[in-house]
């Protein structure tokens, strides 16, 4: 019998609970301040914008959170998603390390967003609100979210980055089919998108630009709450089900990993996959946590460990993470879903506590790791997500030239279908890569 490449779950093995790692933490966060006073942000702060059962679950000390049913029952169309093992891949590379891959991308959506804007219009619909207004950078999680409301019945604004809007239309129509109004962000609907329009009336918008129209959005209607597709707790919390998941597969697999890696745009494909492995981590064993970023936008890797603003327009709270500035405004890089100048406030106290690594990739080795993946793999990998197999590739490569053996996992969070744009530039020769924008960066 040949050896197995993949790793199923059945129904009844799909996670019923979300993982809340703050309970555990050896150290508490600090809290988010808001932005008028300046004081520690209570539940009712965050009222306009979120409805009671999210802020509940953003300052939880529960460590485990039942899913509830309906969200099971959409959970059910996709989940769970499969772990391969790439022996195709660790051939090519001649490598003695195994490598898995955790594939997000067979979700309606195609990434692992879904997990979250489920829960998240749920929630929105039975706190009696009509449409959800949100940012989205690459289209992956306007589309995850246009998916949920659309299956809770619930209307949805997505502004959508400028420069990805371009790229990737067809990211809208999807978009529009699932029921959603996309607008290019800045737009001319908000005081913040026209305040930048104003200013840079060619700028390529960024997620803090977005974040700022979407959050403008709701706070200005009282049946509209927003939604954030990472960075928050509770949206970390829900992608728990990734790395329950596959510490099941693995255990199938026989085999433990010894680095887990992600790519990180706000944290929560990496966070999902990492963050029960942090629990082992803390309880003194576990594997090494490596979070990928690009060069282009190196909030983990030369970011500040400081409080600053979610958005460009300064209209969500303050929160304590490693941030390039929240006027930085990222060069166009094709992985338009790690454009985000902060991080998760959580996986920014793990890096800060050393219980997780980080490392920057610019995009053309990561556009070559792709490449080599979809050809000897098969996937046509997302922009963001060549990140993690970059790293993957070099950590494979280290264990030939160490030869020694090496168990990597790694989540490929998404498929490219909707990013062949960005790939017959990198097959034309068109593609370039950015010096790291040190001037602007220490300028915002
Ligand atoms: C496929 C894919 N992977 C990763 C990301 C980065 O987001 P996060 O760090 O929240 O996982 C995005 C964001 O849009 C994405 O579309």
Not at 137 to 161: D, I, K, N, P, R
Request: proline share 9%; charged share 20%; net charge negative.
């Amino acid at each position: 019998m040949s050896e197995p490449s993949k790793f199923l779950l059945t129904d009844s093995q799909i996670p019923t609970v979300w993982v809340n790692v703050l309970p555990s933490l050896p150290e508490p966060l600090d809290p988010p301040l808001n932005p008028q006073t300046r004081a520690p942000l209570t539940p009712q702060d965050l009222l306009p914008l979120f409805p009671m059962e999210l802020i509940e679950q953003e300052f939880s000390p529960q460590p485990l959170i039942d899913i509830p049913g309906e969200v099971m029952d959409v959970y059910r169309l996709w989940r769970a998603t499969p772990l391969y093992r790439a022996r195709r891949l660790e051939k090519a590379l001649d490598t003695p390390a195994h490598i898995y891959y955790k594939y997000e991308g067979t979700s309606p959506a195609g990434s692992h967003k879904p997990n979250t804007a489920v829960p998240q219009a749920y929630y929105n619909k039975r706190a009696g609100i009509r449409r959800l207004a949100t940012e989205t950078g690459a289209g992956q999680w306007g589309s995850a979210l246009s998916l949920a409301c659309q299956f809770f019945g619930l209307e949805c604004t997505v502004y959508m980055v400028r420069v990805s809007y371009d790229q990737k239309p067809y990211r809208r129509v999807m978009m529009n089919t699932w029921g959603a109004e996309v607008w290019p962000s800045p737009s001319d609907h908000t005081n913040a998108g026209r305040g930048v329009l104003a200013s840079t009336p060619d700028s390529p918008g960024s997620l803090g630009i977005a974040i700022s129209e979407a959050v403008e959005d709701a706070a200005t209607h009282a049946d509209t709450n927003y939604a954030l597709g990472s960075v928050l707790n509770h949206v970390m919390l829900h992608q728990t089900v990734i790395g329950q998941e596959a510490k099941l597969q693995m255990r199938q697999a026989g085999e433990e990993p010894d680095v887990v890696i992600g790519c990180f745009g706000g944290g929560s494909n990496f966070g999902g996959l990492a963050l029960p492995y942090v629990l082992d981590r803390l309880a003194g064993h576990g594997p090494r946590l490596l979070a990928v970023e690009p060069a282009a936008c190196p909030s983990l890797t030369k970011g500040t460990f400081a409080y600053d603003y979610g958005d460009t327009a300064k209209l969500t709270p303050l929160i304590k993470m490693y941030t390039l500035g929240h006027d930085f405004v990222p060069p166009g890089i094709h992985a338009g879903g790690l454009r985000y100048h902060g991080a998760s406030p959580l996986l920014s106290h793990l890096l800060h506590l050393g219980h997780i690594e980080a490392k920057a990739y610019s995009q053309l080795p990561c556009f070559q790791a792709a490449l080599q993946f979809a050809r000897t793999e098969g996937i046509l990998p997302a922009p963001e997500s060549s990140h993690a197999i970059c790293a993957a590739v070099d950590e494979a490569i280290a264990a030939r030239e160490e030869g020694r053996p090496k168990v990597i996992l790694f989540c490929l969070s998404g498929h490219g279908h909707f990013d062949l744009g960005s790939y017959e530039s990198y097959l034309g020769g068109k593609l370039q890569d950015y010096a790291y924008p040190g001037r602007e960066i220490h300028a915002a």
